[in-house]
Structure formats: structure tokens, C-alpha cells
């Protein structure tokens, strides 16, 4: 009986929380292929409501990030992380019947690790195999969903900002979709660890279908689509423009009176509950998220020169595939093309 380790290192905004969502429903209802095993609840470290991610993962190695930007919900030591995967691989073996058992893992944060050799080595020592995920996304349509996330969550207080060239330029948010780092240091992490990239295509939200496409991606079959999707919501729906200046001009509101006693509590409680109205309204699939000013998707598209070719490069004779072949062809329409 073999054991292997899929990592799915993100990065945020690529449908992993889709991916999450799906796979912990799935495990909760013993829906999930022969073998294959979502860690959740009990079998692992803590429950997260319905949608479960493995963040603690990250703690495996320490992070190059603002501390700004570090994750919420704590933080968990190497030697925890490493028991609550000792009590996973024997339960993986046990399910798997005889058979070969794949633990799928996502990590949305994984690509801030300073450390990914020190990773991929503690997950080497536990399993037979480990195989990381890398999504890709559209440049610009990632740059406007991680902004908009910025400004929805009410922690990241300096994310106030619509404009990419201000989120984005340097440290603050450089490295969440620079795939040329990603595929350099993930895709160099040990030599008998592939790194498999996993195309988000604009035009499937809310349908499943990055879903399938994970499963074969990762060589288990078909896996059973996100609850919403058979509502024709979306799991973690981006919002609109509107919904997002109204947020962005509470949290403006904030800095400039929070020194009122009772006024920052207060500009919180409404910001809390304008966030829940529009997500409400963004569930829909058929919702429209905000997108790029045709200024800033051109600023995004130039810097983005680097990350599309190392995703080429990496392909290499798979970037033929008609799958692949509709990615980049996401990269010739739209705001920004010259």
C-alpha cells in the first residue's frame, strides 16, 4: 500500500476555496473516489465550518511575507503539523484497502514559504509520493479578484485601493501570482517532486468544471462538484465594483475617525454587514465581479511578460493542449490588449 501527498500550493484566487469546499463536502459524506482522502474535522487539526484548507502546512517552513499579510487563526509548530500528518498516513493506508491512497492537501499559502525544499522534505519523510498543484489563473482577472478580496476583509486596513499599480506594485502584493517564482522554487523543490499546473479558465465559474479537471489533473477520476455549484451559486463569489467602493469608503471612513471613541466599532458593524449584502448578491454565477480599468489591466499585463512565459515554458509540449490553448487565449481579449 502506497501513500501520496497531493499538495495543491495555491495560490489564492486560482478556486481553491471551490476545490476546498467541494473536496471537505465530499470526505464529510463519503463521496470522494476509492482512496482518496480530504483531511477534515478530526483528521486533522481544527474544523473550519464548510470550507476546510490545510494552512497549518505552512508552518512547516517560515514565511517571507509581511506580517501584514500573514494568515489569520494562528499559527501551529512544525512538530504539531508534522503529528497531525502521522495520524493521517495510517488512516490513509487503512481506507485505501489494499490499494494506493492519495491525501489531497490545499494550501493557498504555500507559495509565501521562504523554505519550499524544507516543505517537500517533511512531506517526503511521510509519504511514498508527493505530487504539488500550482493554479494558474488570467493575469488580470487574478490581480482584480485579490484585490477585491483586500478590500472586502476588514483586517487588511490599508487595502482601500481599486487600482492594481498601487495593491500590487512591490512587496505589499507582488508575490501572490508571480508563477515565475512559484515555478521556480516550487518546481525546484526536490527533483523527484513534480509540479503540475492547474488551468482556471474566466469563463467556467461556478460550473464544476475546474473541479473534473483537478481530479484527471491529479490522475483519481472525476470529483464531485462544490454543493453551490447545483444551485448555480459560487463559493466564494468576488464582488462588484459598486459593493467594493462602498467598502473601500468605510474603511476610509475608519482611519480617518477612528480615534472617536465608539466610531471605529460602529464604521465596523456596517462594514460587516454591507460585506454580507453583497456577497449575497455576488452568488449568483451569473454575477459580475469587478474587473480592471483598462489602465491598470495594461500595467498588470505587462508585468505579468515573465510569469506567462515560465507557465509556457514549463508546459512545454502541453501547452498545445486545447485546455491550454483557451488559457492563453484569455491573455488576447479584453481590457489591456494593445
Request: zero cysteines.
Amino acid at each position: 500500500m502506497t501513500v501520496r501527498i497531493v499538495l495543491h500550493i495555491g495560490p489564492m484566487k486560482t478556486g481553491t476555496s471551490a476545490l476546498a469546499a467541494a473536496l471537505a463536502a465530499a470526505q464529510r459524506r463519503a463521496a470522494l473516489p476509492p482512496g482518496v482522502l480530504y483531511p477534515v474535522d478530526e483528521l486533522w487539526l481544527e474544523r473550519d465550518g464548510r470550507i476546510t484548507k490545510h494552512g497549518q502546512i505552512k508552518d512547516l517552513a517560515p514565511l517571507v511575507v509581511p506580517e501584514r499579510l500573514r494568515p489569520t487563526g494562528g499559527t501551529s509548530t512544525p512538530s504539531e503539523v508534522r503529528a497531525a500528518l502521522e495520524r493521517l498516513i495510517p488512516v490513509a493506508r487503512e481506507r485505501a484497502a489494499g490499494g494506493a491512497a492519495t491525501v489531497i492537501l490545499i494550501n493557498e499559502t504555500a507559495g509565501r514559504v521562504a523554505d519550499a525544499p524544507a516543505v517537500v522534505a517533511a512531506l517526503r519523510e511521510l509519504a511514498d509520493e508527493v505530487v504539488l498543484v500550482l493554479g494558474v489563473r488570467e493575469p488580470r482577472a487574478a490581480a482584480a479578484s485579490v484585490i477585491g478580496q483586500g478590500v472586502r476583509t476588514w483586517e487588511r486596513m490599508d487595502e482601500r485601493s481599486l487600482r492594481a499599480s498601487r495593491v500590487l506594485r512591490g512587496a505589499l502584493r507582488g508575490p501572490e501570482h508571480d508563477y515565475a517564482r512559484l515555478i521556480r522554487v516550487w518546481g525546484g523543490a526536490h527533483p523527484a517532486v513534480p509540479l503540475l499546473l492547474l488551468p482556471y479558465l474566466e469563463g467556467e465559474r461556478g460550473s464544476g468544471a475546474l473541479m473534473q479537471r483537478f481530479g484527471e489533473l491529479i490522475g483519481v477520476g472525476g470529483l464531485p462538484a462544490p454543493p453551490a455549484t447545483a444551485r448555480g451559486e459560487l463559493v466564494h463569489p468576488g464582488l462588484g465594483r459598486d459593493d467594493l467602493r462602498r467598502l473601500a469608503r468605510l474603511k476610509r471612513w475608519a482611519v480617518l475617525l477612528g480615534w472617536v471613541p465608539g466610531v471605529r466599532q460602529r464604521i465596523q458593524q456596517r462594514f460587516a454587514l454591507e460585506a454580507k449584502e453583497a456577497s449575497r448578491r455576488a452568488r449568483p454565477a451569473s454575477s459580475r465581479p469587478f474587473s480592471l480599468s483598462v489602465r491598470d489591466a495594461r500595467w498588470v499585463l505587462d508585468h505579468a511578460q515573465p510569469s506567462v512565459a515560465a507557465v509556457r515554458q514549463h508546459l512545454g509540449a502541453r501547452a498545445e493542449e486545447p485546455v491550454w490553448q483557451e488559457w492563453f487565449a484569455q491573455l488576447e481579449v479584453g481590457p489591456g490588449v494593445r
